[in-house]
Structure formats: C-alpha cells, structure tokens
C-alpha cells in the first residue's frame, strides 16, 4: 500500500526512517529533489545522510510534523526500491518483533535483509547461463550413450529440467560436468542461454518418490498437518531419528508446491549436513534456495531475491532465513526445533523459532516444528493445547530403537578416557565391520596444562578460563576469546620442566585410538579437523563408503547425520553435562545423549549406546536410559513446574560488561533501584550477578535476572528500564545488551 499522497492534503511531507543504529527512535528526513510519490511505499530502502555518513535505512512512515525544526532537516539523497521487498504484514511482524524483543526497530529491520541490500545494492536478480536440451538438435543414440556414459547422465539431467537448469545447479548434481558439457555443447546436443531462474511450473513436477510406503503414524502426521494448509496452526512432530520425519516434511512440501505456494525449510546447521540438501534436491527438481552463513554474500542475496519474487519453490536456510519474504508462502517447517542456534545470541537476540511461528500466524499458514528431544517449552505449549502434538514412535522400515546403558566406570583404571569394558565392545564392533561413534563434547588435546612441581595452570590472560592444549599445532589456544600462545615447555612460575596436561580433548582421544586399536580406521570430526571447506563432505562420504570403522567427534556429531552402519555409540564423559550451574544444563545433556544416540543402528542393525559415568544413579540418566526422552521431559516440566523456572514463568536477561570491573556493577544496581518502584509481587529482578565466566576477552561482566510469571507484567517492566538505560549508563563505559527469553544463562 502505497501512503497517500495526493498533493493537496498534506502541505509538508516528513519521511521516518529506521537507521540501523542502537537507536530506539526513528530519524525524519525531507522527500528527495524530484520525489515521486509512487514509490513512498513503506518498506522501500532509503539512502540518507546520517552525521558525516552516509546509511541505508528503511521507510516506515510518513507525517506531516517533526519534533525536529524543519530548516534542520535533510533530504532523503535516494530511494532505492519501487516497491518495498518485503510485506506489509511481514513488516508489521518485524514491529511487533522490535517491540517485544526490545531492539532499535532499524536494527530488526536491517537484519530482515541480506547484507548486500543493507548496503544499498540493487535488488535484481543477475542473470546466469542454462542449458537446455536442443529443439532441432543432433538426436543421441543408444550406441552413442553407451560410449559417453558421463555425457549420457550430463544430458538425462537437463533433460529432467524442460526449463533449463542453470550451471550451479548442473554441478551440485554432476560432478565435473564441465568437460561433458562442452562436448555436448559441440555436438549440438544441448544449448546455452542467458536468463533469470525461471519461474518453477509446479505441473512438470516429476517426483522421484521412495518405493516403500508410509507408516501409519507418518500418514496421520501427514493428514494433520495437511488438513491446515492454507490456515494456521502450531503441530510439534515429536519422532527419534531415523522416525521417518524428514520424509514427512518431503510429502507436505509437496503437497504445498501443488497449491502453488512455497515451502520455508529452517534447519539448525545445513552446511553440516550437505546429506540434508542433496536430499531434497534429489526429491525435487524446483529450483530451491540455500540461505546459510558459509554461503558468499552474493549467494544470500540471489537465495533471498530468488524466494522473494517466487523463482525458488523452497527455501532451505539456517536462523536468519526464517526473515526471507515469500511471494506465496505455504508451510513453514523447523527442524531440531529444540536446537539453541535457533536463538540468535547477540545483537538482536530473536528466537526464529518464535518468530516462525508469529509469522505463520499472520500468514495464514501452519507452522510444523520437528525434533526427536522437544525443548520443554514446546511440550508445555502440547500442554496447554497451542501446539498438536504428532508423533512418530516406531524406527521407520526395519530399525529399531537403539539400547542405553550406563557403565559404572568409578574405581576403575581408564586409558586415556576409555574403561576396559568399551574398549572390548569397540573391539568387538570393530570385529563384526560395524562402525563404533564415540562422542566427546570437547576438541583440542586437553582443556588444561598444570605444572607438577607448583600447580601453576595455564590461563588466558584475557579470561577465567583455562588454555586448552592444541599439540599438533603446537599450542594454548583459549575458546572463548580465540587467544593463543606458542605451548610451553616449561613452567613459567617455577620452571620445571614437568608439564602435565589434564583432562581429554578429541585430539587426544584420537591418539590414543590409534594406539588402542592400531589396525582400525579412525577419523576425528571436530571444528579444527574440519576447517577446510570440503573435508567435512569428503569424511562424510568415506564413512558412507565403509571406509571409516571409528568416527570420533563433538557434538557436530549430533547434528543430523546419517551413519546407517553405526552400531556402537560410546558417549565418553558424559558427567560433564552433569554440573552446571544453568537450569537448562539436564534438558541439554539429554537432548544431547538422545541425539548421540540417534545416529547408532539405522537400517535394520541393533544400535547399543554406552554411557561412562561415575554417577550411575543420577536421576537424570536413569530417568532417560529407563523411561527415554518422554519420562525425562515430563520429570523436568514437574521440576520446571515446581521451582517457577520457563516455560512457567518469563525471563528477561541484562547483560553488562566493561573493562572497569565496578562499571557494569554501579549500571546495574541502578536499574536495580529505578526499577523499585513498580513494586510487582509478579516480576522479581535478581541481581546484580557476575556472570559464570566474570571476565572475559578483558570485559568484567554482570547480568540481572528479571523474572515474571506473566509475560505482560515482564515486559511492562522491560519497557520502564529500557527507556531510562541510555540514561542509567551516563559516566560509565558499559556495553549492556537485553536478552528476551534467553536460552543460555552466560
Ligand atoms: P528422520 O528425519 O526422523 O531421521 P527420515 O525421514 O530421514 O527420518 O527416515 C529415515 C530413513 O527411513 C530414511 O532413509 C527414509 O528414506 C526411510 N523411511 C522413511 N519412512 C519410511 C517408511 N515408511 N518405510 C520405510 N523407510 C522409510
Ligand atoms: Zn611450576
Ligand atoms: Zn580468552
């Protein structure tokens, strides 16, 4: 809707616009020069003149007064769109959404756009060369094919694509297809042409569907769900992996892609699973969409454009995604729904879960969130009947559930991590050419050096935490501020040359594989053994090739793969998830183990998962290992239920942090005693406290808790100390930040 304009009403036209600066207000402009007023449409990219700079904002509104005297005023220098690219009622979301999450509205909006549109690029799709197979062209015969058996699959692919298929898409799904394209090329066979991705016909869709048929739960999954299409509505598939949920998302979407709308597909890590992508490549021959941050700038900005004009049928993304406007958006799924990448944990700190959701609504559209751990606020949301809850109990096909056990490992001598007991059954695994996953949450060598003459530990200068010891690279690196330093040899305090490391890190685990079982396969998957672009892939696919025996990893491990010939799942130290001082630290540790688990015995094989610990009578652990993921969640919501913790109640963190330690404390209890007054038996403000790790890169940091069993009264009182913080922070040199529902207490 364009505002109107017609000359005559309003005599002075005033632009709000929102900047991308920590903000909480608008800026008025005048119109430009020569302004058209066709193109005020609220929503369209500014550019305006901001102190010496110069910035992009977006067009919000338009008022006939400033508060600011109009001589003083600047124009607007240029309007960048015609139209605005996003919705009203997506823009109206993105409102709502810097309101409740207590964020400059200029920032909400810019993070709604990719980078390169934030900075004022054009927003037109470049155009790119396709091949299509020739009209009047040389036919191949059967003889020829057999002879160019790679040209003979190079040419069956475009031929799959009567629209044409551009060059990227011909080489995710042939390799080195560029020699074979060529020679097609020559032959005649084939022809290039320049153009924008085409729109998707959704009657030439020629799905490849899997020969067996669906459970009976998949097929109710898929009623429910089905039965909302074109309406709102919240469904929580609960399924183990290898359940058969993804395939559910197969059928929804297309069944949405014949409704003519598109399908929004939000994943935790997608450049982690490539197995994900290609599967839904493979299903569907629509042009789709990839949104992910090792993607180039250039790319985001082609997969936002693509869905937003309705050239890509789906979007496969990661967080940020969950803001890319659809031109007929049909069905948005999450996955992992329970995953905490889905909270963005700076700036402006959205769930996108939650965001998905509001979005669905205001659209019209359901919303399927997926896991095989629900978090706890989902189950309560079952609870209170805002969710349906679908479930997929049994393994799809012949696999069954995989079998927990805890091994007692107290009193007992370990080897580098490993009890007697696993490394026989490893063995034994190993044996039967089955392959053993083994998980430890932590990489590099070990997390800490001491010295065994004086007890000196080697700690970040930046930080309290320990260096942890990366050997092959020769040295301390610290993980939460990225520091490092060259390893010592000697002790800097007392200078004894007796340096012992201590604790386990995946590059350690390794070694020792290597020794435990010399003649085994073994492989690492952790951040630093998979930093260059590729090796994930290429591990990935010597593991599918049977070519691994032992996979150890982190919890990039967790993360959706498939590993159909796992049969034996060692979970090292699983204590470690034990003690914590967060509340959420259990829901965690078991998602985690759940998880873990998942990936052993797919595909007809019996999966064992063995749990080390010294604390075989833990609730937590018995609950799961007993009763699964359902008996655990339901103990915790009691516990939840009980100690007024979400989803019983709301929370609010203030995040403080400064070089001076006192700065963030004084902020602080300021806020503190303003917010006295509102005297509410309902909303508690806890603190100040020092966050669990105080100092950090340099910063000395504090939080407040604020608490509410309503989540009216909690923002009531956000509200009050958000507008009197810029204020509270006077004479202080304190970076603070708000987190609504946050999902990690650090
Ligand atoms: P999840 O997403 O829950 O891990 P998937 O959808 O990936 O599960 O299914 C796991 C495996 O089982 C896949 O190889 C899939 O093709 C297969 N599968 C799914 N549904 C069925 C079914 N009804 N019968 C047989 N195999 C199935
Ligand atoms: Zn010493
Ligand atoms: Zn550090």
Redesign the pocket.
Known sequence: MALDLAPGRISIVILNVALPVPIFRTFDYLPPENFNTGQLDPGVRVVVPFGRQTKVGVLVGVSSDSSVELSLLKRVKDVLDQRSLISEVDLQILHWASEYYHHPLGEVLASAFPVLLRKGKAAVLASEPFFRVSKGGKKITDQDMKKTPKQAVVLNTIRAHPEGINRKRLKELVKNCERPVRELIQKGCIEVFDEIEPRPSVEKLALSS?E????KA?KTAIEGVAKSLGKFGVYLLE?V???????VYLRLIEKTLRRGEQAMVLLPEISLTPQTEARFRERFPVPIAIFHSALTETDRLHAWLQVQQGRASILLGTRSAVFAPMEKPGLIILDEEHDTSFKQQEGFRFSARDFAILRAKKLSIPVLLGSATPSLESLRNVQLKRYHLLS?PER??QASHPKLKILDIRNQQLTEGFSSQLVQEIEKAIGRKEQVLLFLNRRGYAPTLICHSCGWVAKCKNCDSNMVIHLKAQQLRCHHCGHSVKVVSQCPHCATADLRSLGLGTERVEGALNVLFPSARTVRIDRDSTRRKGTLESILDRIGNDEIDIILGTQMLAKGHHFPNVTLVGILDTDSGLFSTDFRAPERLAQLIVQVAGRAG?EGKKGTVILQSRQPDHPILRSLVFGGYKEFSSNALKERRSARLPPFSYQALLRAEARIEKHPIQFLERVVLSSKHLKSNETLVLGPVPAPMTRRADHYRYQLLIQSAKRESLHEVLDLIVTSLSELQKGNRVRWSLDVDPVDLY
């Open positions: 899997p067996f048929s669906l459970n998949q399924g992996t290898g359940s058969g949920k993804t395939e997929l799809a096909g797919r």
